[in-house]
């Protein structure tokens, strides 16, 4: 009989090992399911991971994989810190929304007007859009004990309703002869999240994601309330007796992630989409979720998770449009992969060993 | 990404990088908005492609994607195929017209449809179907056949589209029933079936026995079926699976002519940017089979009416219209102009209640 | 405006069936997450149900058989969670939300043929005379089968938990499992029992949306239930009576909202449209101050270390 035998430290060489292990097993069951499809395996996988990066088009791609992994990573790296600590917030995907909603309601505000300070306040909005939604569960939950889990998940469905609410209503374009949707913020100056350099698909928001990564880094190494946050998660006990104040860790926590989740709503609706709609949100804040996982709660890991995410997106658009491959295989494909991560994850903090006869 | 860089020069160690490949052939690709299984919208514009394939046959190469949000992912999907050669690009829904133009912009010999939109340049169409004209007839029959004179409604978002169906249909079922009135559900979603189910359940609970949906799943069809005196129509395909009854007739997209003869413009040089909004005349817009469940007599008037529509005789917004609260809005013999009609925002005299805003 | 056209029994009556896959769903979870796993994966499960029973319905025109397949389809799926789960030790959460891009993803595949395709109806139970019974009748005796089934399911839950040896060792594997591990029982075999238990209830609650209450195919049809149904096991704080409750209070709102913007109550709708959440959350808060808490093992891996 095979038995797992609890490493005593995570494996180094396995956490490394392993990314790549699952990538590969990917690859061949996917590619099973693309011949199934009757499509040619090697191609199919080939075009997803290969022509983003270095295909012929990659000049085009490559940037995209930041424009469409930044929201991700800014989103997962919050979202991390408040797992850590065993603060449950699902609900970041309401916290995007409502941080686009007032980020680009305030660069409306003063729509016309040219002025440089317009920007940074729907910076501001955009953070405090998202931190006012997560401080409801944060709130609740401090005051009454309420589940976050639950509070945060359901304020998402209100966050859509009120997204529709105002793409029909407070936030419709006066010139858009009465069709759904903001002005486009893409077309004015003073409230546009435009790329840096042009083409490089660097915008405000991938910067933030990138410092956002180092902060987390920093936090989490280097700073007592980092320590407090790991210490809450891994022996609730011991952070009682350190001192910890759950209240306040809680709320840190949920207003951090909800802040993060809210820059990412309001860069992307000042930049890449330009406007509110009713289907502004794409599922940004459940994914996010997958890469925080994925990067194993690690700034680092999520900075690559969230590339690897982008990537299989991207890859599997041009698969579909170059094969015809159905979206939805692209998904199961997506599925798999993750499947894979998680499984082949067992091998960092398990060793495989044959049982002896001893058995206790 | 340590792994991709390696698998990445794995590929190339095997040779597997590909390009586009340039050939005669006309590139289209397709944009759609939701998956070609949605049995709907995205569905029918599919069948739309599907036709152009039929047509061209090896002349004509298709391509797509489905389910692609809209926003910064369309405007990727978009470019993709601009640079893997597409010739023509149809996007179908109203939310890729931004995305739509800022790509255009870049890839100027690229001819660019956008459905449902009012943008246009130099390289883009737009194109929408005068779906109002088929609620004129449905309006017609749904007066006709109501017993209980509540006619129930359920709309998806209040958006011109779903309001000047509502205007339409209100005004054709009050002509040849001056006591009808309507019941408007507002789902608040494009697309969730169960919930539609739950509309149309509530309508007949309250009396409506006639429903018609601006929502495409076959929920409501059910509904009535169960219910069993309660007549509804089909919804962007024919839902003929439910005829004769409930389901009495129907309203069906019919893109294919279109995209057919936008594809043989660009195979032949002679596409220009237009903007098309084609009813029943071009065929865009389908009255599917008047079952027998239908009295003769109104079939006969349906398809009158139906007939007057294609001759172009007869416009479902003909004056003396008078707006909800009251206004005039067109004097005697005067039709609708389409600006205001693409833009509808207000509800005809006689509708109760608000739109949402 | 006319309040006088909301029938109150034909609404109790509608709130029945809109709660329902709720409900099975639900049920489900909840003994999961009482054995201490938590899978986020209803939502995945429950649409591949609704396929499996819509196909197998449609092939054999039994909705019995299809919903029979739903159960299998779904329990089929979480075996897939338990194996990232209980064999290869892999985090829960992560788990159940791949479980969901899987499982939509993969139920379009199999659907792909069944567009547009009625399946054969159930058809609801009618027994003379105690049907017909006036508000009773309607609400208590006129619905389709399954519509028990998931009442029945609730209290064979609340027995099993309550008053078996079977429930207590359940228990015993949520709240400690390194206890109930030092007690001798099987605490894997346990929980990949109620993992399967769950994905059967939730495949039952996707055919239900899928062969009763739409009925039709359409890919990502159950549209979010899935969610709602992980929700309301902690709104019943781990009770099955009150997660019936829960789905009832939920579906009625819904179910409410409807028929108020269809009398034409003066209420914004995206107000009301909203109100389900809402509601729910202002029930949490005010049921939170019952401390019966969630199973202590929740989400926690169990590894057996000697």
Not at chain 2, 288 to 299: L, R, T
Not at chain 2, 300 to 312: I, R, S
Not at chain 3, 130 to 138: E, N, W, Y
Not at chain 3, 298 to 304: E, I, K, V, Y
Request: aromatic share 10%; glycine share 12%; proline share 5%.
């Amino acid at each position: 009989m095979i038995v797992l035998e609890k490493r005593p430290q995570p494996s180094k060489a396995w956490s490394y090992a392993t990314p790549l292990v699952a990538v590969l097993a990917t690859m061949v069951f996917g590619g099973l399911l693309f011949a199934i499809l009757g499509k040619n395996p090697v191609e199919a996988i080939g075009t997803i991971f290969w022509e983003p990066l270095f295909g012929e088009f990659a000049f085009y791609y490559r940037p995209q994989l930041l424009v469409k992994g930044a929201p991700l990573v800014l989103i997962a790296i919050g979202l991390s810190l408040g797992f850590r600590a065993g603060i449950w917030n699902i609900g970041a995907e309401g916290q995007y929304i409502m941080g686009a909603i007032f980020g680009a309601g305030a660069g409306l505000a003063f729509y016309p007007l040219d002025a440089f300070y317009i920007f940074p306040i729907m910076v501001i909005a955009g953070a405090f859009g998202g931190w006012l939604w997560a401080m409801i569960p944060a709130f609740l939950k401090v005051r009454f004990g309420t589940n976050e889990i639950l509070v945060s998940l359901m304020l998402v469905y209100v966050a859509e309703q009120m997204l529709a609410s105002v793409s029909l209503g407070l936030l419709k374009n006066p010139e858009g002869f009465g069709f759904p949707g903001s002005r486009n913020l893409q077309s004015y100056d003073s409230a546009h999240n435009a790329e840096l350099i042009a083409g490089s698909g660097m915008h405000w928001g991938v910067v933030t994601a990138l410092i956002a990564v180092i902060f987390s880094y920093v936090l989490l190494n280097r700073h007592m309330l980092g320590f407090h946050i790991r210490l809450t998660g891994e022996a609730p006990r011991a952070a009682k007796f350190a001192g910890v104040n759950p209240a306040r860790l809680i709320l840190f926590c949920l207003g951090l992630s909800g802040a993060l989740a809210g820059l990412a709503g309001m860069f992307e609706v000042s930049g890449p989409s330009g406007v509110v709609s009713i289907d502004f949100n794409v599922g940004y804040g459940f994914t996010a979720i997958i890469v925080a996982f994925l990067g194993r709660l690690h700034p680092v890991g999520i900075l690559l998770a969230g590339g690897l995410m982008a990537l299989t997106y991207i890859g599997g658009e041009i698969a579909q449009s170059q094969l015809g491959l159905p979206a939805a295989a692209i998904q199961v494909f997506q599925g798999m992969l993750l499947f894979f991560l998680l499984a082949f994850d067992l091998l960092t903090n398990y060793r495989i060993r044959a049982a002896r006869s001893e058995v206790a | 990404m340590k792994f991709t860089t390696l698998l990445a020069s794995a590929a190339m160690a095997l040779g597997l990088a590909s390009g586009a490949m340039a050939d005669e052939k006309t590139k289209v690709g397709f944009v759609y908005v939701g998956p070609v299984g949605d049995g709907g919208w995205t569905y029918e514009h599919n069948k739309g492609r599907l036709a152009v394939e039929e047509e061209f046959g090896d002349k004509v190469e298709t391509v797509f994607v489905e389910s692609v949000p809209e926003g910064p992912d369309a405007e990727r999907v978009m470019t993709q195929m601009a640079l893997e050669g597409a010739d023509l690009i149809f996007t179908t829904s109203f939310g890729y017209m931004d995305p739509t133009i800022n790509v255009a912009k870049k890839f100027p010999n690229v001819k660019f449809e956008h459905a449902t939109g009012y943008k246009t340049a130099e390289n883009v169409s737009v194109y929408s179907a005068r779906f109002y004209e088929g609620r004129a007839v449905q309006g017609h029959i749904a007066g006709k056949m109501t017993k209980s004179n509540i006619i129930g409604y359920i709309g998806s978002y209040p958006i011109p589209e779903v309001i000047r169906g509502i205007n339409s249909a209100y005004l054709h079922a009050k002509a040849v029933n001056p006591d009808v009135e309507f019941k408007i559900i507002w789902a608040y979603t494009w697309f969730d079936p169960a919930k539609e189910a739950d509309a149309a359940t509530v309508l007949i609970e309250q009396g409506a026995d006639v429903i018609l949906q601006h929502t495409d799943s076959t929920a409501p069809q059910a509904a009535a079926q169960e219910a069993g005196n309660v007549v509804t129509f089909g919804q962007a395909s024919d839902m003929s699976e439910y005829a004769p009854f409930p389901r009495v007739s129907s309203i069906i997209d019919d893109w294919a002519p279109y995209y057919i003869a936008r594809t043989k413009a660009v195979m032949d040089g002679t596409w220009e940017s237009a903007n098309t909004w084609d009813g029943i005349r071009e065929g865009m817009v389908a009255i599917g089979e008047i079952s027998d469940a239908v009295p003769a007599d109104v079939k006969e008037e349906a398809l009158a009416l139906k007939a007057a529509m294609a001759a172009g005789e007869y416009h479902p917004f003909t004056g003396p219209i008078k707006k909800q609260d009251g206004s005039d809005w067109l004097a005697d013999g005067e039709t609708a102009d389409d600006g205001t009609l693409a833009g509808m925002n207000f509800y005809v005299e006689g509708l109760e209640g608000e739109i949402p805003q | 405006m006319d309040l006088g056209e909301i029938n109150p029994v034909l609404l109790v009556a509608s709130l029945m069936v809109a709660a329902t896959p709720l409900l099975l769903a639900a049920i489900g979870e909840l003994v999961v997450e009482k054995a201490g796993v938590l899978n986020l994966g209803v939502e995945g499960m429950m649409i591949v149900g609704a396929i499996s029973g819509f196909a197998i319905s449609v092939e054999t025109g039994s909705p019995w058989l299809g919903f029979i397949a739903a159960a299998i389809g779904g329990a089929v799926l979480s075996l897939l969670f338990v194996v990232l789960t209980q064999v290869a030790l892999a985090n829960q959460v992560a788990s159940g939300l791949a479980l969901t891009l899987f499982g939509l993803g993969f139920s379009a595949l199999m659907g792909q043929s069944y567009v547009g395709v009625k399946p054969p109806s159930m058809g609801d139970i009618h027994i003379p005379v105690i049907s017909d019974i006036p508000v009773i009748g309607p609400i208590l005796f006129q619905h389709d089968p399954i519509l028990y089934v998931g009442i029945a399911l609730t209290a064979a839950v609340w027995a099993t938990l309550k008053y078996t040896r079977v429930g207590l060792i359940l228990r015993a594997v949520g709240e400690n499992h390194d206890a109930a591990h030092a007690l001798g029982y099987k605490v894997i075999k346990i929980r990949v029992m109620a993992i399967l238990f769950g994905g059967a209830c939730a495949g039952l609650g996707g055919a239900y949306i899928s062969l009763i209450r739409v009925p039709q195919w359409t890919e990502g049809m159950t549209a979010g239930v899935g969610w709602i149904a992980l929700a309301l096991v902690v709104f019943a704080s781990w009770k099955p009576w009150r997660a019936l409750l829960g789905a009832y209070l939920f579906g009625g709102i819904t179910v409410l909202q409807l028929n108020l913007q269809a009398a034409g109550v003066a209420i914004p709708v995206e107000y009301l449209a909203m109100s389900p959440y809402i509601i729910t959350i202002l029930v949490l808060v005010i049921l939170s101050a019952d401390k019966s808490s969630a199973p202590a093992s929740l989400g926690r891996t169990f590894h057996a270390s000697h």
